[in-house]
């Protein structure tokens, strides 16, 4: 086990690399110059090359990504152009709202997807299984904005009942957001536990035990639901890091404070490290979502062996 995770982690060390190497060549060659930007259609041209020389945007590209690389192996991710604040401040002031947005999605979708796929599984064929297909669909189908847009018009304009931007209402807050960013996912999860306990519920040890008289909570949610968790905990643990990174329209459209409208905010104004900094701390969490995944499958199947 200890060698496994040893081998996972140095295997994240080139991925993360090239990561930030992608990121930093798609900035760079991005139109746009953040110099010019920060300063204003006024600066002169001897303003503007002091102030590129001042944040090391006159050196070569190599040479520039290599600078970068070292300050992030020391733990500096760099100073936002904009603000002059620290980049490593600007993401831990924005990324708890992230994760308590993405938190919130997934609760819903494990307290929504798993039941409704379970519940479809064994009511195969009937009206509950054709509805739950039909919301798995449009779950599916809808852009996210495109649903955030829709609650803010019926929930905040059409019957106002809910707030539908920022977060200082408390966990009212959290509904609209939430269940946008939840809504794919959720048909995602759905659809599969769909599949998977359809296929459990043929196995000769499922039918084994409905012969021996089990109850139907007994035989479903204990047996059929646990032997099928492994691919349904695999999507849940890849889909949170996909809520934490996919946040970015959910998060503009209802004016949310996390580190999606942060990266949005950022690119617009041309602030290289804030996004550059962003999208490598995503990275990582996705990394380690997905080492934490690996590892709870010893827990659900003591058959599973890391070699």
Do not use: C
């Not at 990275?283 to 934490?292: G, R």
Request: glycine share 8%; net charge neutral; proline share 4%.
């Amino acid at each position: 086990m200890y060698a496994y995770v040893i081998r996972r982690l140095l295997w994240a060390i080139p991925v993360l690399i090239g990561i930030t190497f992608t990121i930093h060549t798609v900035l760079s060659l991005t139109p746009g110059d953040p110099v010019r930007i920060m300063l204003g259609e006024t600066a002169t041209e001897a303003q503007i090359e002091a102030a590129r020389a001042e944040i090391g945007l006159d050196r070569p590209f190599l040479e520039r990504y290599g600078f970068y690389l070292a300050n992030v192996v020391r733990g500096d991710l760099g100073e936002s152009y904009r603000n002059k604040r620290a980049v490593a401040e600007e993401i831990r002031d924005a990324l708890p709202a992230t994760a308590q947005l993405a938190v919130a999605a997934l609760v819903l979708i494990v307290l929504l997807g798993i039941p409704s796929g379970v519940m479809s599984a064994v009511y195969r064929g009937t009206w509950l299984d054709a509805t739950l297909n039909i919301l798995s669909l449009v779950g599916l189908s809808m852009p996210v904005f495109w649903i955030g847009l829709l609650l803010i018009y019926f929930f905040g304009f059409t019957w106002p009942v809910l707030p539908i931007g920022g977060m200082r209402d408390g966990l009212a807050s959290f509904v609209l957001p939430a269940f946008t960013l939840a809504l794919n996912s959720y048909a995602m999860i759905s659809r599969l536990t769909r599949s998977e306990v359809l296929e459990t519920l043929g196995e000769d040890y499922i039918r084994t035990a409905r012969a021996k008289g089990l109850g139907f909570n007994v035989v479903v949610w204990r047996h059929a639901l646990k032997a099928s968790f492994i691919p349904i905990i695999t999507v849940i643990g890849l889909q949170f890091g996909l809520l934490m990174g996919g946040a970015v329209l959910t998060e503009t459209v209802f004016s949310w404070p996390g580190i999606g409208r942060l990266m949005v905010d950022a690119i617009m104004t041309r602030d290289l490290l804030v996004v550059q900094g962003a999208v490598l701390v995503l990275a990582i969490i996705f990394v380690t979502v997905n080492l934490a995944v690996d590892l709870i499958y010893a827990f659900l199947d003591p058959r599973i062996r890391f070699a």
